[in-house]
């Protein structure tokens, strides 16, 4: 059973424009979130994170939003580079714990210039 | 600079052979971790180590052995008993092992032959 879902493999805008990548959770347990950028035959690169506690985390171009009632997170990048073109992987934990971690399987992102 | 440095980034090992991976951090961070990608999935855990001398298994861990003598060091050992090897293997570390994000190395790629 599939704790973390990403229901899109791949997504693709244009450069400039606002990139959407959605992250579905079903263990209410869940209170840290976590989004990581991937590039291939690299390690993940934490982005940004968010706390239950919050609804809105913001970085720079990487703003997270988390909808509790919904079991629903999503990460915006505004504006789209084509450097943010990798694939990016939401990750949850309950209670603090960092061997917790329930990553989902990642999205594709591919910015187009 | 400070970082995991995992060793090597590509290994290929014969079937029924035993293969050591490295990893290495100069973050003094307490917690340390093994993780598993295959394509088109998630990560999963192997082993985590909470602090030297210590460790315990992730949801994977047949097949692997790991050992943590020294604060900076985890290697993991995939072993023959392994049956599906070939993966992408990430080591990651943590201040502590509640409460913090976890950082990832670059990944070593292993291929069994």
């Known amino acids: 059973d599939q704790q973390v879902k990403q229901n899109s493999p791949s997504l693709s805008v244009q450069e400039g424009r606002i990139s959407i990548l959605n992250c579905d959770y079903t263990n209410s347990m869940f209170d840290y979130f976590l989004w990581y950028k991937k590039y291939p035959a690299e390690g993940p690169t934490f982005l940004i994170s968010i706390s239950s506690i919050k609804d809105k985390n913001e970085d720079g171009r990487f703003t997270v939003f988390l909808n509790k009632s919904a079991k629903h997170l999503s990460l915006h990048i505004v504006p789209s580079q084509p450097g943010d073109s990798a694939v990016y992987f939401c990750?949850?934990?309950?209670?603090?714990?960092?061997?917790?971690?329930?990553f989902g399987k990642g999205t594709l992102l591919t910015v187009n210039p | 600079d400070g970082g995991i440095t995992q060793s090597p980034k590509y290994l290929f090992r014969k079937e029924g052979q035993n293969v050591t991976l490295s990893c290495e951090q100069n973050l003094n961070h307490d917690a340390m971790y093994w993780y598993r990608q295959d394509p088109g999935q998630g990560l999963r855990l192997i082993y985590y180590s909470q602090i030297v001398n210590d460790f315990q298994k992730g949801d994977i861990a047949e097949g692997y052995s790991v050992s943590r003598e020294k604060k900076e060091s985890f290697p993991l050992t995939v072993t023959s008993a392994q049956k599906n090897p070939t993966a992408f293997y990430l080591c990651a570390s943590s201040i502590a092992a509640t409460g913090n994000t976890i950082y990832f190395g670059e990944g070593s790629w292993l291929t069994v032959v």
């Open positions: 990750a949850a934990s309950a209670g603090g714990s960092n061997y917790k971690l329930t």
